[in-house]
């Protein structure tokens, strides 16, 4: 009784770390990126184990959004989805490089994380769905998180704009909606335009032609007579 107790300790797989007896204290050392299991066994033979993670810290964390858009400039449809992905720098040697996303709210000057909240979500992989119904523009921030200390933060802000309801084709300003247009355009150009609705909806439209062997029509809403 009050003698110390004898412990033989072991690490597995060894070439990952080690355990040694620094000024009488057994310490753990790590010498490589994996993830241990030690192990302490007593004279008896009674063991108890823990497991431990050695890796290189990230020093960078971003974000990027769907090809071909703007991270400053990101709109969401209602009822739509968009994809992000972040990337965590140096990759080699960070063994847990994913990152962990929330939406951000503030309040009093602080941030609270929500996997949803009443204007979307965000999944594990980083899809943000827009809920359906949205009336108005609406601003969210999504967060992402390294999963690997010193835990940094990377956020976008995304605008969610409310569902179309409708959209009207003018000739100057007028609605030529399902109507047939007489036009000479070997003597003048036309040029259609295009109004989404609401107006705070995206007022993005791809142009379409019928019948391409007669006409068609550029991403401007520029037709151009074939025959």
């Known amino acids: 009784t009050g003698l110390p107790v004898a412990v033989r300790w072991s690490v597995s797989p060894s070439t990952i770390g080690r355990v040694s007896i620094v000024s009488g204290v057994p310490t753990l050392q790590s010498l490589s990126t994996g993830v241990v299991t030690i192990t302490a066994t007593d004279a008896k033979g009674r063991t108890a184990s823990f497991s431990a993670e050695f ?17 400053e400039a990101l709109t969401l449809g209602s009822g739509k989805t968009m994809q992000l992905t972040a990337a965590i720098a140096p990759t080699s040697g960070v063994t847990t490089s994913g990152v962990n996303w929330f939406i951000g709210v503030s309040l009093d000057e602080r941030v609270s994380y929500y996997k949803e909240t009443n204007l979307a979500s965000i999944s594990s992989t980083g899809l943000v769905t827009a809920k359906t119904g949205l009336t108005a523009l609406m601003p969210i921030t999504i967060y992402a998180v390294s999963k690997n200390a010193p835990y940094l933060t990377k956020s976008v802000k995304i605008t969610l704009k409310p569902a179309v309801t409708g959209v009207d084709i003018k000739l100057g300003s007028t609605p030529v909606n399902n109507r047939t247009v007489l036009w000479d355009l070997a003597a003048t150009p036309l040029y259609l335009s295009s109004m989404v609705y609401p107006d705070t909806a995206n007022q993005a439209v791809v142009w379409t032609s019928s019948n391409k062997a007669i006409a068609t029509v550029a991403t401007d809403g520029t037709v151009t007579a074939l025959k």
Not at 55 to 68: C, V
């Open 55 to 71: 890796y290189k810290p990230a020093s960078t964390l971003t974000i990027n959004p769907p090809k071909g858009m703007d991270v």
